[in-house]
């Protein structure tokens, strides 16, 4: 805080009994009042009885503002602190608006579960030709700001995403690729779905279960999406870096290399396993290491016969997630690959 922010705050604190927000190390920020002003902090007695009293530097008091109020865009608030975001960006998460601004910039937090309607295509209308703020905050705005500024200014546009992982980069991006080609790339015939279709390819072959994320990006992409002077889609590239190639031959046990191979073994067709001699993970040196279960969900986990299973998938069962599924994702892997011009004998080599 600055020292103006110290001096604001003390003359909260003279107030003693006002409501302060104080730090704490389980929940983040709990709301507290400061009961005795101290050289270097104060002590402050929590509002819930289940939190003790406690003391603490100045430094990790914040003053509260309006704290029941929801904010789409933070920087509306008249006291703007890591407390008080932090507690507007939860408020919103409990109520399923993962997005918040920052002014132009957008704060997303992973739910981990779907949230009906949030992406559909009458969604992706709502947000077309609109101006940041004119709809509650969204990935889909973000994009639209991209390309109406690339529109206006004749210049390109780059959209950033970033957090630690499990954060959500993976989904964000596809939902911004998805809002372009959707929105943009009408008339440009099959071209916008193998920008979309580059997605699953990607991911079965440079994602992998990690202990913090069951669909984490084990490598770095840039990608651009190209439009003509009437600013349709009309093609892409995709720039990718810093692989983790030791995974292929290596994972811990609570982590799998990558999903393309426990794909193929849950999801190939009976004769592409007898040509592969494809069998379980237990029976390959580079799997057996690590996690040896599949993803799938109870439609597709009985599909599976015995022989596709490994001992600690038989025991334990199959991971759970909402959005992987090892045997879907082989077809929507083939699919994708076939669209994108990749023949049988191409995809064998």
């Given at each position: 805080?600055?020292v103006?922010?110290?001096f604001?705050?003390?003359?909260?604190?003279?107030?003693?009994?006002?409501?302060?927000?104080?730090?704490?190390?389980?929940?983040?920020?709990?709301?507290?009042h400061?009961?005795?002003?101290l050289?270097?902090?104060?002590?402050?007695?929590?509002?819930n009885?289940?939190?003790?009293?406690r003391?603490?530097?100045?430094?990790?008091?914040?003053q509260?503002?309006?704290?029941?109020k929801?904010?789409d865009?933070?920087?509306?608030?008249m006291?703007?602190?890591?407390?008080?975001?932090?507690?507007?960006?939860?408020?919103r998460?409990?109520?399923?608006?993962?997005y918040?601004?920052?002014?132009?910039?957008?704060?997303?937090?992973?739910?981990?579960?779907e949230?009906p309607?949030?992406?559909t295509r009458?969604?992706i209308?709502?947000?077309?030709?609109?101006?940041?703020?004119q709809?509650?905050?969204?990935?889909?705005?973000?994009?639209?700001k991209?390309?109406?500024?690339?529109?206006?200014?004749?210049?390109?546009?780059?959209?950033?995403?970033?957090?630690?992982?499990?954060?959500?980069?993976?989904?964000?991006?596809?939902?911004?690729?998805?809002?372009?080609?959707?929105?943009?790339?009408?008339?440009?015939?099959?071209?916008?779905?193998?920008?979309?279709?580059?997605?699953?390819?990607?991911?079965?072959?440079?994602?992998?279960?990690?202990?913090?994320?069951?669909?984490?990006?084990r490598?770095?992409k840039?990608?651009?999406?190209?439009?003509?002077?009437?600013?349709?889609?009309v093609?892409?590239?995709?720039?990718?870096?810093?692989?983790e190639?030791?995974?292929i031959?290596?994972?811990?046990?609570?982590?799998?290399s990558?999903?393309?191979?426990?794909?193929?073994?849950?999801?190939?067709?009976e004769?592409?396993?007898?040509?592969?001699?494809?069998t379980?993970?237990?029976?390959?040196?580079?799997?057996?290491?690590?996690?040896?279960?599949y993803?799938?969900?109870?439609?597709?986990?009985?599909t599976l016969?015995?022989?596709?299973?490994?001992?600690?998938h038989?025991?334990?069962?199959?991971?759970?997630?909402?959005?992987?599924?090892?045997?879907?994702?082989?077809k929507?892997?083939?699919?994708a690959?076939?669209?994108?011009?990749?023949?049988?004998?191409d995809?064998?080599?």
């Amino acid at each position: 805080q600055s020292v103006l922010g110290y001096f604001a705050l003390l003359n909260t604190a003279s107030r003693m009994m006002d409501t302060v927000w104080v730090r704490d190390a389980q929940e983040g920020f709990v709301l507290g009042h400061i009961c005795e002003l101290l050289p270097d902090g104060a002590e402050v007695i929590p509002h819930n009885p289940k939190y003790p009293k406690r003391v603490v530097t100045f430094n990790d008091i914040f003053q509260t503002g309006d704290c029941n109020k929801v904010y789409d865009d933070n920087c509306e608030m008249m006291q703007l602190n890591e407390a008080t975001l932090l507690n507007n960006v939860k408020k919103r998460y409990y109520d399923n608006r993962i997005y918040s601004y920052v002014a132009n910039i957008l704060i997303a937090v992973n739910p981990y579960i779907e949230i009906p309607n949030l992406y559909t295509r009458e969604t992706i209308k709502q947000y077309q030709g609109k101006s940041i703020g004119q709809q509650p905050p969204h990935v889909f705005a973000i994009a639209d700001k991209a390309f109406r500024d690339m529109k206006v200014l004749k210049q390109s546009q780059s959209i950033i995403v970033s957090g630690e992982s499990g954060a959500g980069k993976t989904e964000s991006t596809k939902h911004l690729l998805r809002y372009l080609c959707y929105s943009y790339g009408s008339s440009a015939g099959p071209i916008e779905q193998k920008i979309l279709d580059a997605n699953p390819v990607l991911e079965a072959f440079g994602n992998a279960k990690t202990t913090r994320n069951n669909n984490s990006s084990r490598f770095g992409k840039f990608i651009e999406v190209h439009f003509d002077k009437k600013f349709q889609v009309v093609g892409g590239y995709i720039s990718h870096y810093l692989l983790e190639k030791s995974r292929i031959c290596s994972a811990s046990s609570e982590e799998r290399s990558y999903h393309v191979f426990y794909q193929l073994m849950a999801g190939a067709p009976e004769g592409l396993r007898q040509k592969l001699k494809l069998t379980q993970p237990d029976d390959f040196n580079y799997l057996k290491t690590g996690c040896t279960r599949y993803f799938a969900l109870p439609n597709s986990e009985i599909t599976l016969s015995p022989n596709q299973k490994s001992a600690a998938h038989k025991k334990q069962g199959p991971l759970k997630d909402n959005i992987l599924d090892d045997v879907q994702d082989f077809k929507t892997l083939d699919t994708a690959l076939g669209r994108m011009g990749i023949s049988d004998d191409d995809k064998l080599q």
